[in-house]
């Protein structure tokens, strides 16, 4: 069983038993007393084991490895010793390698008081040898593993350090993969929750967790609510399938919450994470290439954002996998899909683009029309970046009329020009001449409306149609911006009586079709929804 733990400074017994007793209500089953800073009254310690709600591990942590406290060894280690010795005994104490193997004097009083092979005392405390690089990955982490797995005395192997990548996370399974002991591997920073979410999936003893948020005690610590809600904790197991959103930055994704609450409502035993990776192709192959060559991760599939869907075309084409047509036209793919069976790599890996599909539907089932009948459209388009790109290509293959606005006129021109053999005819159109008379549909890829410039439009009143047919029923005005969640676009154009379609809209669509191509089961929209409207 892998435990989610607490971890806690100690301020005070008051707080400490409060703040456990909170962990204990959210899910937590173990908590680690910090006591880094509590170390002038021991008696107090051994209070607050003894009152402690769930068993529990005691470190004081010194500054020499990240902790807190300053003061010297002597006094550190023999209080360690007297909580040892108390009444009640804490489950385990955790005490740094370097620190234990600095002196035999030292070790005999930790010998003292914790369950060995040679103990004579009654006691059930078990010894946490660890190790801490706040830094990077230590030169010799393969050697202090090694000599935690050899000391009698250790009943579990710590390690934990700040990830220079993810994939250094690989290298956190393969210690919890082949432990002589139980053992906790924890990478730190930005890059290193995948350790923490899937201790579990990799039989950790356990994984640490903040009871709130600003309560963490290590870089990159989640809290337990984050690893009980938003990343499924209860239901990881040895064959969790993981997914995730690689881009950079990610931390703002909202796709981790939605893709989860998914897997949750259908029962797909998935997770689905924050995956960072540097901007360059280098880096986004050679982690790909270490995820997928690793097969106890599992790793199924993933959303790929800013800036690296055009990598994730190449990285599939020069492995051999299979590429979406229309993601190939439009030079960007959104969406990997790992499929079962194979190497690891060929054509078992296959780029698509959901992106553009999602402003189809969304636009379909604004009008309440099928696909065919986008044919008979006259569709605008606002912006010839990114997303314009994918939004054009869509509707063009589906065989509408798209006149492009862009304010750049040459960048209208070119893309125009891109998509000329489609089916459906692009026009490139200068942004002066922009009005609301001539379409159907109007669809804004530009930025204009965006938080924080919430006041602006790209549709400014006063270039209306000047009296002509102008918005009205039957208009549909699409936003692709999704923050704020109405626009001031938006809202001009339900004043004025149109269908309008916010960018939360195609966000939604474009992860259900992600969704439906690594589950195979239809995406649980409402679910979605109900996610991106809650928060
Ligand atoms: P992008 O590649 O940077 O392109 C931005 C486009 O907007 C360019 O054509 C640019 O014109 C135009 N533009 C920028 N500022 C403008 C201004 N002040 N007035 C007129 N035109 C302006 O960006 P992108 O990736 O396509 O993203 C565009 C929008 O799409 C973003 O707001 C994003 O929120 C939204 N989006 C939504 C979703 C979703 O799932 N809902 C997905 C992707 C994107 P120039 O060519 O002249 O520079």
């Given at each position: ?41 021991p ?49 385990y ?62 009943r ?17 399974f393969?210690?919890?993969?082949h ?8 990478c ?47 239901a990881?197991?040895?064959?969790t ?28 035993n ?54 979406d ?57 606002l ?9 054009v ?11 492009l ?24 159109a ?55 969640p ?20 195609m966000f939604?669509r ?26």
């Amino acid at each position: 069983m892998t435990h989610l733990a607490a971890s806690i400074f100690v301020r005070s017994v008051e707080q400490a038993v409060a703040d456990a007793a909170v962990a204990a209500e959210r899910g937590a089953d173990l908590v680690e007393y910090r006591i880094d800073q509590f170390t002038d009254h021991p008696p107090a310690v051994s209070r607050l084991v003894e009152r402690s709600p769930l068993p529990c591990i005691v470190t004081c942590r010194p500054t020499w490895e990240g902790g807190e406290y300053d003061g010297d060894e002597q006094t550190r280690i023999s209080l360690l010793e007297q909580v040892g010795l108390g009444e009640s005994r804490p489950a385990y104490i955790d005490l740094e390698l370097a620190a234990y193997q600095s002196s035999a004097n030292l070790r005999q009083k930790v010998n003292l008081v914790i369950d060995h092979p040679e103990q004579v005392r009654p006691t059930d405390t078990g010894l946490i040898l660890s190790s801490h690089d706040f830094e990077s990955r230590p030169a010799d982490l393969y050697q202090r593993v090694e000599a935690m797995a050899l000391a009698p005395a250790c009943r579990v192997i710590k390690v934990a350090w700040k990830a220079r990548s993810l994939r250094d996370n690989l290298e956190a399974f393969e210690i919890l993969a082949h432990r002589a002991k139980p053992a906790i591997a924890l990478c730190m920073g930005e890059y290193g929750l995948p350790s923490r979410v899937l201790a579990k999936k990799f039989g950790a003893l356990l994984t640490f967790a903040a009871v709130d948020d600003d309560a963490g005690t290590a870089p990159g610590q989640p809290t337990i609510d984050q690893l009980k809600r938003l990343y499924r904790w209860d239901a990881i197991d040895e064959a969790t399938r993981v997914y995730g959103v690689i881009g950079h930055p990610v931390v703002h994704s909202r796709s981790p919450a939605i893709h989860n609450a998914g897997f949750a409502a259908a029962q797909f035993n998935g997770v689905y994470l924050p995956l960072p990776i540097l901007p360059a192709y280098e880096s986004f192959k050679a982690t790909l290439i270490a995820l997928l060559d690793y097969p106890p991760l599992h790793f199924s599939g993933a959303s790929v954002t800013i800036p690296h869907k055009e990598n994730l075309l190449r990285f599939v084409r020069e492995m051999g996998g299979e590429v979406d047509p229309l993601a190939q036209r439009i030079g960007a793919a959104n969406t990997l899909t790992v499929r079962e069976g194979g190497g690891p790599f060929g054509p078992r890996l296959h780029a698509s683009n959901t992106d553009y599909a999602a402003a189809l539907d969304a636009v379909c089932d604004g009008m309440g029309i099928s696909r065919e009948e986008l044919s008979n459209l006259r569709i605008a388009v606002l912006g010839a970046g990114g997303a314009a790109r994918a939004i054009v290509a869509g509707f063009a293959q589906a065989g509408a009329s798209v006149v492009l606005y862009n304010r750049t006129f040459d960048k209208a021109k070119a893309l125009a020009e891109a998509f000329a053999d489609l089916p459906g005819k692009v026009v490139p159109a200068r942004w002066e001449k922009l009005c609301d008379s001539c379409c159907q549909v109007y669809i804004n890829c530009t930025p204009v409306g965006m938080f924080p410039d919430v006041n602006q439009s790209p549709m400014p009143k006063g270039k209306r149609g000047k009296g002509q047919s102008g918005w009205g029923p039957g208009t549909v005005v699409f936003d692709t911006i999704y923050n704020p969640p109405v626009t001031k676009l938006l809202e001009e154009a339900h004043q004025a009586g149109c269908v309008t379609i916010p960018g939360a809209e195609m966000f939604i669509r474009q992860a259900a079709g992600q969704f439906e191509q690594w589950t195979g089961k239809s995406a649980p929209i409402l679910v979605f929804r109900g996610v991106l409207g809650g928060e």
